[in-house]
């Protein structure tokens, strides 16, 4: 036990306990305890988190700590409440984010053309964010992924002190990255057992894609950004000559990729020419009117020009309709070389020339110019706004460019397996409820497919080859599988079993799959890396399906719903059974803090300025799926945090100033009130953390704690200051008993204060001890609400009369009803104490407790 302070601070107490809890191994999974839990109670004696793990690109913001400190809070509880606990922690190291930053961190690009450099240095270290790309110094791919892997690991050094910092209890010998062997050759494997059961395959198909990171883009991982643009008014020719067609377009650039004129089959103006064709501006090519049900009348002429492709309605009327692809943009973001070969006539392979290498912005300009020279360009709108897909850590919009690619069943076009994913969410509880309400319209809008690859650096390999033909082209639907014990696998240095390295990339050989996957394919399966499915069966059966998956709400569609297809399709079942969804951090202004928007706050400053038990404090109060406002500038709920933490110290260190006599009981009818009080308070919080709200729990629990320090705490002190009193010994056992009790309702909040006070007077940490039961002490709490009452109004009194408190009163008088002064006289001499009161009369009467009189001692002057 510690040594109780001469003035206890908050100050140090997380370095201090920190330090404690590593070298005893509080929060280290307990294997043979959880076999014995599940031994003698199934699965429930052990709660499994399956926790987010943070990207490592960057630095935490006050949003990580909001959520993640929900997440701790509910593990603490459920930890004192006796289960063995499973809290891992990973850490999210591959993806786009991770290679920009490596990029604007060092100054360089991947150039897979380029051979190792054992002896590269890096040009710069974290100031290079201001060069643009052609200034970068291209470098081998296994150059850029050594630094890819050396940033993230200061990265997750840096954010793990931050998260001890937090007091998380994560147990930090249960860790993984989502780049490891470990995961790589579990990644692989769920793959390859996906591809084995026709779940996984791969196609040639029209995809979102982001010139600036060369890579596939999925539909979850879009968002819409409002973009100005401009109708143009443009003739098509009827191929019978009796007249024009106008369409209006924000792409113009793309006339030479039109397929197809598109009307509302509703459309009075345009069910005469369904079935006919035209000839396009420009390109004099033949194209059909068709109808489609997704054609707005109301919109632009209320007739489309369907190109390949403009935006994803295109990609819709191009499979339904069964139309051409006639692909002009290239990866590169530029009209590529070659035109369709529907361009025959000299005049339109000149102007497809004029485009051949162009941006879409230019070559827009350029096709204007051509259209206005042909005087098919009949009109242009003032610029308007509407929204385009951007990848959401993207800087410019998508285009769309048809690329060979991985794809997983997600329930897009599988009706029955849909339907399993609503039924899987269905049997989970969400905390909030109306949470599984947006997993269920994310999954029933699916529009594809689960786009898995993409054509990236620094991931997961795709552990697949492909046979070439005697022209050194791949075998049409071919695909070459390593052994699953040879696991991983790098198809771009390994090679494929009958074959040798000699053969690669010639006629009659090999090619290895130079595409990784997305990171979104890896960390759907979190709670395998986490639980050694595939590699440590015993904990896999301990822990599977997990307890609890907590999130936040911007990625109930990418992660939350990748891991159930991922769950669903390997062990048909939901991969845990709650999922936890905290809320958005907004700033003063109520708008959400993001990067993107520059507002975000960085936690080491607040955590360092008010102590972690204040920001724990400030993230508790607020329930799950509620949004929370943070300002830096006067964190009020930060401060109010603090004030409690504070308290607590104070008021421990007040309590147990009172030795508890041996054999000491409850014999006071205000001890037994207050204790019986805090028996329904112990009720209400355990019940609310059961039930994942954790604000009422601290709410309930709070309330309580001021009213045991203001109220009771001085209405008993003198009681238990007197050794000669017949009651000091009830008085001080029921200090001592409530600061047992109200220590372990906060402790699961406030992590350091209520470890530090409980060290004064307890042997081992409060985390494991056992959560408070309510004690069954029978007493009547209205005698401490009837107490406290009376007091609040002696004080008011006092006060009015601009007096101290510590005044003495000759002669008071109370009146309240009957039931209240029966309830004031079983404390009335604990009432007389505080008050000073030498004179007090209770008397029945009224329906509210009042002061009807008080009289002071008069004071010297």
């Known amino acids: 036990m510690s040594t109780i302070p001469d003035k206890p601070a908050l100050e140090g107490l997380e370095r201090k306990w920190d330090a404690a809890w590593r070298e005893q191994g509080t929060y280290l999974f307990d294997r ?65 984010p991770t290679e920009r930053r490596v990029q604007n961190y060092y100054g360089v690009r991947c150039d897979t053309s380029l051979p190792y450099d054992p002896d590269f240095t890096p040009p710069f270290h974290g100031d290079a964010k201001s060069l643009k790309p052609a200034d970068q110094v291209p470098i081998s791919r296994r150059n850029f992924i050594e630094l890819c892997e050396a940033l993230t690991e200061e990265d997750e050094k840096a954010f793990e002190d931050v998260f001890r910092q937090l007091g998380l209890s994560v147990d930090w010998t249960q860790t993984y990255r989502t780049i490891s062997v470990d995961t790589i050759r579990t990644s692989q494997l769920a793959f390859l057992r996906n591809l084995e059961r026709g779940e996984a395959y791969q196609a040639l198909a029209p995809t979102l894609w982001d010139i600036d990171f060369r890579s596939a883009i999925a539909q979850a991982e879009l968002e819409d950004r409002e973009q100005q643009a401009s109708y143009h008014r443009i003739a098509f020719h009827k191929t019978d000559g009796t007249g024009d067609i106008h369409i209006e377009t924000t792409r113009p650039e793309l006339l030479a990729a039109c397929v197809a004129l598109v009307a509302n089959p509703d459309d009075k103006r345009y069910q005469p020419v369904f079935g006919q064709t035209v000839r396009t501006p420009v390109f004099d090519v033949e194209v059909p009117i068709l109808a489609h049900p997704l054609a707005q009348q109301d919109k632009g002429s209320g007739i489309a020009m369907i190109c390949t492709f403009g935006d994803v309605t295109d990609i819709i009327w191009w499979r339904e309709l069964d139309l051409p692809n006639r692909t002009i943009l290239g990866q590169d973001g530029r009209i590529i070389a070659e035109a369709p070969d529907v361009i025959v006539t000299d005049a339109a392979k000149d102007a497809y020339a004029q485009l051949a290498g162009l941006t879409v912005f230019s070559a827009k300009k350029r096709m204007v110019d051509l259209l206005t020279v042909s005087g098919e360009l009949l009109e242009v709108s003032k610029p308007f706004s509407h929204p385009v897909k951007f990848y959401e850590k993207g800087d410019r919009a998508l285009e769309i460019v048809s690329t060979r690619q991985w794809y997983l069943r ?144 911007d990625i109930i569609r990418t992660w939350l719903f990748s891991t159930m297809v991922r769950s669903a399709l390997e062990d048909d079942r939901a991969p845990w059974t709650d999922a936890a969804i905290s809320g958005f ?61 504070i308290k607590v110290l104070n008021a421990a260190k007040f309590v147990l100033s009172f030795p508890v006599p041996e054999g000491a009981e409850i014999t006071h009818a205000l001890d037994a009130a207050m204790l019986a009080t805090l028996d329904g308070i112990v009720r209400t919080a355990t019940k609310a953390f059961e039930e994942y709200d954790h604000a009422r729990a601290l709410e309930v629990t709070e309330a309580f704690f001021w009213t045991f320090c203001d109220d009771y705490l001085e209405l008993v002190k003198e009681r238990a200051y007197d050794r000669t009193d017949v009651g000091q010994a009830s008085a001080a056992l029921a200090l001592r008993l409530a600061l047992s009790t109200l220590l372990r309702l906060l402790a699961p909040i406030l992590a350091f204060a209520t470890e530090e006070a409980w060290s004064w007077f307890e042997e081992g940490s409060i985390h494991t001890a056992p959560w408070p039961e309510p004690r069954g002490i029978e007493g009547d709490p209205a005698v401490l609400t009837a107490v406290s009452a009376a007091l609040v109004g002696i004080r008011r009194a006092k006060t009015e009369a601009k007096a101290s408190q510590k005044t003495p009163v000759s002669r008071l008088v109370v009146r309240a009803e009957g039931a209240t002064i029966s309830a004031l006289q079983q404390a009335e001499g604990d009432l007389r104490a505080v008050g000073r009161i030498a004179d007090l009369e209770l008397l029945a009467g009224g329906s509210t407790l009042t002061i009807d009189t008080v009289e002071l001692v008069a004071q010297d002057a």
């Open 410 to 553: 997600g329930g897009a076009r599988d009706e029955a397996f849909r339907d399993k994913l609503i039924a899987l969410g269905r049997e989970m509880n969400w905390h909030p409820d109306f949470m599984r309400v947006r997993y269920e319209n994310w999954t029933n809008g699916l529009t594809g497919d689960w786009l898995i690859s993409r054509q990236r650096f620094f991931g997961v390999p795709i552990p697949v080859w492909y046979p070439l033909d005697e022209d050194g082209e791949r075998v049409d639907g071919a695909v070459l599988t390593p052994d699953l014990a040879s696991l991983p696998v790098d198809p771009t240095t390994d090679v494929p079993a009958g074959y040798t390295e000699a053969q690669r990339g010639i006629a009659g050989g090999f090619e290895g799959e130079k595409d990784i996957f997305d990171t979104w394919a890896t960390s759907s399966l979190t709670p395998q890396l986490a639980g050694g499915w595939q590699r440590d069966d015993e904990l896999w059966n301990l822990v599977a399906p997990f307890d609890l998956r907590p999130q936040g709400q």
């Open 585 to 645: 951090i907004v700033d003063p202004d109520r708008k959400k803090m993001s990067k993107s928007k520059g507002n975000v706050v960085t936690p080491a400053d607040i955590l360092e300025a008010h102590g972690t038990d204040a920001v724990r404090y400030w993230s508790a109060s607020s329930r799950l799926g509620a949004d929370a406002a943070f300002d830096p500038q006067n964190p009020t709920q930060v401060k109010i945090g603090r004030r409690l933490a």
């Open 32 to 96: 043979d305890a959880a076999k014995a839990a599940t031994k003698a109670m199934g699965r429930a004696g052990v709660f499994s988190v399956d926790t987010p793990p943070p990207t490592a690109s960057g630095s935490l913001h006050i949003g990580h700590v909001f959520s993640y400190t929900h997440t701790d809070v509910k593990t603490r509880f459920e930890r004192m409440r006796g289960k063995t606990v499973f809290y891992p922690m990973g850490w999210d190291d591959n993806g786009l």
